[in-house]
């Protein structure tokens, strides 16, 4: 039985993607040798890169506007590294909204002075904060635009005269923004994009080769945008299927199209969340994700038998990161309709049965 994947990563993909995939790698478009087989200098293998690339800066409406996409390696931990490294001369300004916004700030430090503008930490990160000052000296504001740990999501960026950076890992390409307010966007593939093993770096040309230090080479934007994301051998496997995503995506109707789902599936499970006694909600309802629901049992008793209820009904992935417990459903792009209506199914019965 196909399971309701509501792991918050790797990401649950479209069937049609899967099996594109899937047949890739036995045999890529009847050239009798598979994708992860072909060298990455094959012009079968560039057509890819370069399509990848180009639908990214589309379906983002970023063309011709100065951006650069890349398909790097090292997941969005190396970005919390690069980004620093490419960027940070003296002093950077860090919104700190969870786990991965403070993994980025510790390793900011080892290039500079990192200011928290603000944080959320002292309330188990449960929200966004909203008044905060950013001064003009900083080099650049690094946000975190989703949260999948805590559940939280950005609803609006900040306007600000400095370079302004996202970490969009797990929301990307999930809802209509003006994507020209950031100077720089990264995002882990394996959130809502594709398979783990790559991801993707939006960045405006005219932010880079402003720092004094030497850069090495596998870390140097620049460098690897010269190299077209090819200065050493990519990730051939995750951008074929990434590349597939986006245009399954296109093809959808876009970041329009999806948008409207993604609300429905959020509404849904959150409007159950609210109105069943046995469930609570962790994070602030203004800054509730639409990518990943966060929620507690309010008799933990009752555990067993939601857990035992939930796997008979074919749900996977749900438990709570460990830092914080209870439960956690993602609803990445890929997500139908109908399995969140399976959850919400299993947590009314739940309370029929109490």
């Not at 950031?182 to 960045?203: C, R, W």
């Not at 849904?268 to 069943?276: G, P, W």
Request: charged share 20%; with cysteine; aromatic share 8%.
């Amino acid at each position: 039985m196909k399971k309701h994947n509501f792991s918050a990563g790797p990401c649950i993909l479209p069937q049609e993607v899967l099996l594109k995939a899937s047949e890739a790698v036995q045999d890529f478009n009847g050239c009798g040798l598979s994708l992860i087989e072909m060298s990455h200098r094959s012009k079968e293998f560039v057509d890819i890169m370069e399509n990848a690339r180009a639908l990214a800066l589309e379906i983002l409406n970023l063309e011709g506007k100065g951006y650069k996409a890349l398909f790097l390696t090292g997941g969005a931990s190396m970005e919390f590294v690069r980004v620093a490294y490419n960027l940070l001369e003296t002093k950077a300004g860090y919104l700190n909204t969870g786990t991965w916004s403070n993994n980025a700030i510790k390793e900011a430090k080892l290039f500079g002075e990192v200011v928290e503008v603000a944080s959320s930490k002292n309330e188990g990160f449960n929200h966004i904060p909203k008044m905060f000052g950013v001064a003009n000296d900083l080099d650049y504001l690094h946000i975190t635009s989703n949260n999948t740990i805590h559940g939280t999501q950005m609803k609006s960026f900040p306007k600000v005269n400095i370079p302004l950076v996202c970490d969009m890992s797990s929301d990307i390409f999930s809802k209509q923004l003006d994507f020209s307010q950031f100077d720089l966007i990264y995002a882990g593939a394996q959130k809502n994009m594709g398979p783990s093993g790559t991801q993707l770096v939006i960045v405006k040309e005219d932010i880079l080769g402003k720092v004094t230090r030497k850069i090495p080479s596998i870390l140097d934007y620049q460098v690897q945008i010269a190299k077209d994301s090819m200065f050493n051998t990519p990730a051939v496997f995750p951008v074929y299927t990434t590349m597939l995503n986006l245009e399954w995506l296109k093809d959808l109707g876009g970041i329009p199209v999806i948008e409207e789902l993604n609300n429905k599936k959020a509404q849904l499970l959150y409007s159950e969340i609210d109105l069943n006694p046995l469930f609570k909600g962790y994070a602030k309802e203004e800054d509730r994700s639409t990518m990943n629901a966060t929620f507690t049992l309010t008799d933990e008793k009752l555990k067993d038998t939601f857990d035992a209820m939930w796997k008979e009904a074919g749900i996977s992935g749900i438990n709570g990161h460990r830092s914080i417990g209870g439960y956690r459903a993602s609803m990445y792009n890929a997500m139908p309709l109908e399995s969140v209506g399976v959850l919400v199914d299993v947590m009314s019965e739940l309370e029929r049965k109490a």
